[in-house]
């Protein structure tokens, strides 16, 4: 049994979804989707109808478009009443969540917890020098705009920042408390965003980073026993280590993105648990 992980699938293109219907079937596997499936609840749906099948278990975390209310749309809940919409699609097709309990989970004989997260950002992955209230300025000063400032809405909370704090305090909590109750465990985290600013790079779009995550996370990899993190939002695939912590960024992306490298359905997803050789 191995744990595999895939994010931003963007079934909103046609060429993503016939690469989803074309993914073969791991029926002993688990996998992670790692948020940005999809923008609607009716995609997401068939989503699961497509996965679930295909596998022993989902895991699904937000990433920032299943959140987007998009404008003329039959679907209107903004913020948290979306999230908890999609919870409970979740739980119709027993997809874990980040509002479950964390499984325990063997693989040769090593236990982990797999911790689904919902973190969100505040836009401190921007440089000391730039105060939080001018830190969309700066990256509009590059023409970059991020859609989430139009989209995602962080109702009821004040702020997408007050919401990435409370999101941050109760998920730490959790994680103390599954730390506590299996010390002989390692952690997988799992969350759509990287739990690094050092790791949230997008060379093209450097100042995109302040909308890829917070600080409020950079060491959890290392205040916990962590043995990979796993995220997407960057669309660069790619294995980082950090404090001898292995981080997973498993984007598919945008077509034009995974079809300039010819990649092949069985590539898409990436084998997290066992860990692959490098040689």
């Known amino acids: 049994m191995k744990l595999l992980a895939l994010s931003d699938l963007h079934l909103g293109f046609p ?15 688990w996998l992670i989707l790692a948020g940005d499936v999809c923008e609607t609840q009716k995609t997401l749906k068939y989503a699961f109808e497509s ?11 937000p990433g920032n478009h299943e959140l ?17 919409s999609l919870i409970d699609l979740c739980r119709q097709f027993k997809v874990i969540t980040p509002e479950d309990p964390y499984p325990n989970w063997t693989c040769e004989d090593k236990s982990y917890i797999l911790a689904p997260l919902f973190l969100l950002y505040d836009y401190s992955f921007r440089p000391d020098e ?14 970059i705009l991020c859609t989430d400032e139009s989209l995602l809405h962080p109702d009821p909370y004040p702020s997408r920042q007050a919401w990435c704090e409370s999101r941050c305090n109760y998920t730490f909590r959790r994680l103390e408390q599954a730390a506590s109750a ?3 465990s390692s952690f997988i985290l ?18 995109f980073s302040i909308w890829c995550g917070t600080r409020k996370t950079e060491h959890w990899h290392t205040h916990f026993n962590v043995s990979a993190v796993v995220s997407g939002h960057l669309h ?14 498993v984007s598919l992306g945008y077509p034009h993105q995974w079809k300039s490298k010819n990649w092949s359905p069985t590539q898409f997803v990436k084998q997290i648990i066992p860990e692959e050789s490098s040689d």
């Open 68 to 84: 987007w209310t998009l404008p003329r749309h039959e679907e209107t809940l903004r913020g948290e009443y979306k999230y908890r």
């Open 182 to 184: 299996s010390p002989e």
């Open 15 to 29: 060429d993503n979804r016939a690469a989803l219907e074309n993914l073969p079937a791991y029926p002993e596997d």
């Open 51 to 61: 996965l679930t099948p295909k596998f022993r278990q989902l895991i699904w975390v």
């Open 236 to 249: 660069i695939r790619r294995t980082a280590y950090r404090d001898g912590v292995r981080f997973e960024e």
């Open 130 to 143: 730039i105060p939080e209230g001018e830190a969309i300025e700066w990256a509009m000063s590059e023409g």
């Open 190 to 207: 799992i969350n759509h965003f990287p739990l690094r600013r050092d790791l949230a790079l997008t060379p093209r779009v450097p100042r």
